[in-house]
């Protein structure tokens, strides 16, 4: 997001942070697509609220709360497609006086294709079909009391496996799980409290090619959120709460240390000045068990102008805890491309540091809705592993602060609705930058390019989506030398026929142009392939 690492952007399902703790980042793949209602972004630094990980945004997931039918409503939904592809899923849904429910299961099945080419980056041979498996349940359930307090508890999880190409390992039985308990009221009419406590689970075990077990690795999160949101008059609110993390792990491998915790007090506060003037501003305290205090803050404003033009500016810094692998990986002795390769982790390694600046245009003109965003992001002990050559047949690597990161960019949004068809075009400029040797950073675009259109006739919705990207750098792993990717076009199109009221059919081709991509180096993408499902609804 925004040109920052994946382990940059802070992840949330039903308001529980979940992720590898060994990693350092969050599976999304492993995420039942069929159990969510919505997803919210927020993007730029959000360490001032949330925390560690929060450079590049936030991700909010939701699961599906149910519907405010006092019957019970239910949805099914089946389909198959290209690569052998089959999901199922249903959902029962309800209220039932001052409580709701919502229960779903699903399946999703495929063969899928040959993962990496010969001798790539995953420095394996294996021309065969990789497949994936997830099988998930998820729950949420509620109840509202006659003062208006609320108690609600949501349940995830899927279960599955995963196959990919190596010489090492080449396929992970996984289990992804999120459980949250939630309870809030008012203390006083302008006084919401809210409590939360939830975990997050996940646990991958790794098999050989042989199907030998290669390793386990298991993740855990405990959360704690305390939060009061007080509004003090119509134009002044003020959020204060605290927060509490312990990660833990248990693993094949003997960690130098299985377990951190971090603290955290925050404050915020929403106002509004002189009738059109907005400010938000916010500041957070953390005590992380690895590395010790960090402080960080974040402050906004914005003008909504009588034109219809609303400029903005942001300010905001944010960090990132190495992760667990970073830290306290242990030694590991093991042959590479013919060198004995040592890795082991970094207990003195530093948080990863960014600040950011950001201006805005937003702009709504007889129904013309568009937004122009500039920002630019200093990112400074950046975690990167350092090699050393102890002989040539043995080499060290160990993770270390040594880059420094510079990243500009630039986002335009547009939305229109013309002869019915409704438009919307997304363009992103970036340049991110090793700030010592002026390179671009690997794996990042530079220009990116997407345009949705949509329109309904009668019975039938339409709609088309266009995505171009440029060109990126990467690494060829049998020389270390930089290669360029190259850039590419894909076209998608979808269309729903609504047979009656209760039944729905919904059809997918995607990549029509067949284009041959990679977004990484040697990695395949899907060719030409479609997916067509049956939908109920009562």
Known sequence: MRGTNSDHVLVLVDGIKMGSVTLGTTFFEFIPIDQIERVEIIRGPQSSLYGSEAIGGVIQIFTRKGSHSESPKFTLDAGGGNYGTLK????????????????????????????CQPNGACFANEPDADGYHNTAVNGRVGHRFDNNAEIEGSFMRSAGRTEFDG???????????????????????????????????????????????????????WNATWLNE??????????????????????????????????????????????????NASLRWDHNEAFGDYVTGNIGWRYNS???????????????????NSLYFPRLNSPFQGTNFIYQGNPNLKPEESTTVEVGLIGNHGGY????????????NLIDNKTTLINPAMSFTQ?????????????????????GWNNK???????????????????????????????????????????????????DFNNGSTVKVGGYVTLDLRATYHIDKN???????????????QTVNTYNTADRNFFVSIHYDN
């Open 369 to 380: 809705n568009w937004e122009a965003r500039a920002f630019h992001t200093n990112t400074d």
């Open 306 to 324: 009588p034109i219809g033009i609303s400029p903005f500016a942001n300010f905001g810094n944010a960090f990132k805890a190495p992760s667990f």
């Open 503 to 517: 039944w729905t059919i919904n059809a997918k081709l995607n990549n029509l142009l067949d284009k041959q991509y």
């Open 230 to 279: 007080i509004t003090l008059n119509d134009d002044h609110k003020v959020g204060l709460g605290t927060d509490y993390r312990l990660d833990e792990i248990d693993t094949s491998d003997n960690y130098q240390k299985k377990s951190r915790y971090d603290v955290g007090v925050f404050g915020e506060l929403h106002s509004r000045l002189f009738d059109d003037h907005f400010i």
């Open 167 to 221: 010489t090492l390992q080449n396929k992970t039985k996984f289990i992804n799980q999120v459980a949250a308990l939630t309870g809030s009221m008012y203390f006083l009419d302008n006084w919401k409290s809210t409590l939360r406590l939830g975990q997050s689970l996940d646990k991958n075990d790794n098999f050989s090619p042989n199907g030998a077990f290669f390793s386990r690795f298991d993740s855990i999160r």
């Open 88 to 115: 199922a899923s249903g959902t029962v849904s309800g209220q039932w006086q001052n409580s709701w429910y919502n229960f779903g299961a699903s399946h999703y099945n495929t063969e899928g294709f040959n993962a």
């Open 425 to 475: 075009l997304n363009m992103t400029w970036l340049d991110p930058r090793d700030r010592a040797t002026n390179v671009r950073l690997l794996r990042w675009y530079q220009k990116s390019l997407s345009y949705d259109l949509s329109r309904s006739f009668g019975q039938f919705d339409v709609g088309a989506f266009l995505l171009a990207q440029g060109n990126r750098n990467d690494i």
């Open 399 to 419: 993770p270390e602060n040594i880059n420094k990161a510079q990243i500009d960019g630039l986002e335009l949004e547009f939305s229109k609705q013309w002869f």
